[in-house]
């Protein structure tokens, strides 16, 4: 018993250095700044989201400190972000005074800005000459009209992915409370709940962090070994939006006289087929300087005679666009008709985002656009619309109201070549809750064989959004499907009914990965199989019947 206490001391003794690294204690008298304690060869990956980027749609960011610059006054770094079936990565240069980015390629300058934003907002209140410490009541104040005093008001331990931490929690509450977790030995925080200043109503996230790994390496870590998505539907000659310098804007009431819908878009004579970005106001007839929350929506265009060409939701796999504070910015191909496309926003109603919304306040805004034609070798007939189903609808104010009653969106594949094909079934994944937040957990389908016609829906049990995405972490994005983002409780449904083998991942947590072979073979009990059984049970049946200690068993 002596030597077995012995291994078990010798053990813990092993172990404990293992459980404990990971917790530092931040004592109130430590400085600190976003950025302090940087060095060559660190590494961060972080789930966030933020209010300006697609309303909080949640996105992976890593990055790795490459070197420093040539002059010394900052760090050149390798930048990755996973922002559904979409991965940008480039080289972004950070300061040393504050980690705000000062230069960055083109391809990721939307990033950096939610990085700007989020990562290192508190640099609006610390930075390397003028660093602040937990003993004091106040690091400064937000920067909203009556704006809140921000300062320490905890000391606790959180467990985030990269592990536990000791931490003070930085804060203010308005309405609710608003908690930025520290530790003072990681150069950026480690976790992060901030909400939108409203002056009524349930206030939705401005930003939300979390850090899932971090730690140092002089060669690039392994999980930044990955390449830009390319995007493929539409043509590099297209122009890019520029809301600055190349924009049309104009306010409409609707034509119900609900509300003032205020709206700017770029470019403002767009080629078919290329990007169009608006943005978009939903104002109150009594005071334009005040929108509606909870806003749903969707942008469509039209032919000369009022029917259904596209929809932006629709495209996303979505019921309906949300604007939880009143106003939107949405990006999209543009799918319209030259010499003018004919644009609709239409306002749905007033509701959470997954539900029905009353549509007392419902209306239509139309306005047309001049458009150029489509560049050689790029059909507007498909650009932006694969995989989803498109209704021809005519729209008026009497059809465009939200009809989903379930939260799920289902989306048809591209190739329907085996319609004629029996047995198919349902299939239900489960996406399990704290799956964003622990690689430990798996699907509990993750790999199935199926017949043509078999529907696979995946449910996100998960309090985090997810996007099922065909491919894999490591190649990205095939092509096949791409659920676009699911809300939690929301499901996505796919009809497989093409046969092969189709791999998915899942974001933000690429972990979640499975494969789905689609055969006319009935998967569940090959030939082989049944022989194999019928070989066992008979066996077993001569077994019991030769052995006379078995004899009295009744078969």
């Known amino acids: 018993m002596q030597k077995y206490s012995l291994f078990a001391i010798f053990a813990l003794l092993l172990i404990s250095p293992v459980a404990f690294q990971s917790v530092h204690a931040t004592s109130s008298t430590d400085s600190w700044?976003?950025?302090?304690?940087?060095?060559?060869?660190?590494?961060?990956?972080?789930n966030v989201c933020w209010t300006d980027w697609h309303n909080c749609a949640p996105l992976q960011m890593n990055f790795w400190i490459k070197n420093e610059t040539s002059d010394g006054s900052g760090?050149?770094?390798?930048?990755?972000?996973?922002?559904?079936?979409n991965t940008q990565k480039g080289i972004m240069t950070i300061g040393k005074i504050t980690p705000d980015p000062t230069s960055f390629d083109p391809n990721i300058s939307d990033y950096t800005g939610v990085y700007r934003s989020t990562v290192s907002w508190l640099d609006s209140f610390a930075t390397k000459d003028t660093p602040k410490t937990f003993d004091v009541p106040a690091w400064g104040r937000t920067g909203s009209v009556g704006g809140q005093s921000v300062g320490p008001v905890d000391h606790e331990k959180v467990t985030v992915g990269a592990g536990t931490f000791d931490t003070y929690v930085l804060g203010w509450h308005k309405g609710v409370d608003n908690k930025i977790w520290i530790d003072?030995?990681?150069?950026?925080?480690?976790?992060?709940?901030?909400?939108?200043?409203?002056t009524s109503g349930v206030p939705p996230p401005d930003y939300t962090l979390e850090l899932l790994q971090m730690g140092n390496s002089p060669t690039e870590p392994s999980f930044l070994d990955v390449s830009s998505t390319i995007h493929k539907g539409y043509s590099p000659q297209c122009d890019t939006p520029n809301m600055e310098q190349d924009s049309v804007h104009d306010s409409v009431t609707t034509d119900s006289n609900s509300m003032i819908v205020e709206y700017r878009y770029s470019p403002s004579n767009p080629h078919n087929g290329c990007p169009v970005e608006y943005r978009i106001w939903f104002e109150k007839n009594s005071d334009p300087s005040q929108t509606y929350s909870n806003t749903q929506y969707d942008i469509f265009t039209v032919d000369d005679q009022g029917k259904q060409?596209?929809?932006?939701?629709?495209?996303?796999?979505?019921?309906?666009?949300?604007a939880p504070v009143g106003t939107d910015d949405v990006t999209t191909i543009l799918k319209g008709t030259t010499p003018t496309s004919h644009v609709l926003i239409a306002m749905l109603g007033i509701g959470a985002?997954?539900?029905?919304?009353?549509?007392?306040?419902?209306?239509?805004?139309?306005f047309d656009i001049k458009t150029q034609d489509p560049f050689s070798g790029f059909d507007v007939s498909t650009t932006g619309q694969q995989n989803?189903?498109?209704?021809?609808?005519?729209?008026?104010?009497?059809?465009?109201?939200?009809?989903?009653?379930?939260?799920?969106?289902?989306?048809?594949?591209m190739n329907n070549t085996s319609s004629n094909m029996s047995m198919p079934m349902k299939i239900s994944v489960s996406i399990p809750k704290g799956s964003t937040d622990s690689n430990g957990i798996?699907?509990?389908?993750?790999?199935?064989?199926?017949?043509?016609?078999?529907?696979?829906t995946w449910t996100n049990n998960d309090d985090k959004p997810h996007t099922i995405t065909s491919g894999s972490a490591q190649a990205g994005p095939d092509g096949k499907f791409d659920s676009g983002l699911i809300q939690p409780g929301q499901t996505f449904s796919y009809i497989f009914n093409s046969t092969g083998s189709y791999s998915y991942f899942d974001q933000p947590s690429p972990w979640l990965s499975g494969t789905v072979t689609v055969s006319t073979a009935i998967p569940e009990?090959?030939?082989?199989?049944?022989?194999?059984?019928?070989?066992?049970?008979?066996?077993?049946?001569?077994?019991?019947?030769?052995?006379?200690r078995l004899s009295s068993v009744k078969l």
């Open 309 to 322: 060409i596209s929809s932006i939701a629709q495209s996303k796999g979505r019921s309906s666009l949300f």
């Open 75 to 85: 760090w050149n770094v390798v930048f990755v972000a996973v922002d559904g079936s």
């Open 184 to 198: 003072s030995s990681v150069p950026f925080p480690v976790k992060a709940i901030v909400y939108v200043d409203v």
């Open 388 to 413: 989803q189903t498109t209704q021809n609808n005519t729209m008026t104010n009497s059809t465009m109201t939200n009809s989903t009653t379930t939260n799920s969106t289902t989306v048809t594949p």
């Open 525 to 548: 009990f090959p030939l082989g199989s049944l022989l194999i059984m019928a070989i066992v049970i008979t066996l077993g049946i001569l077994f019991i019947r030769i052995n006379p």
């Open 353 to 366: 985002e997954g539900t029905t919304p009353d549509p007392t306040l419902s209306g239509i805004v139309k």
């Open 442 to 456: 798996t699907y509990d389908q993750k790999d199935v064989s199926i017949m043509p016609g078999t529907t696979i």
């Open 33 to 46: 700044y976003p950025g302090k304690g940087l060095k060559q060869g660190d590494y961060f990956s972080y």
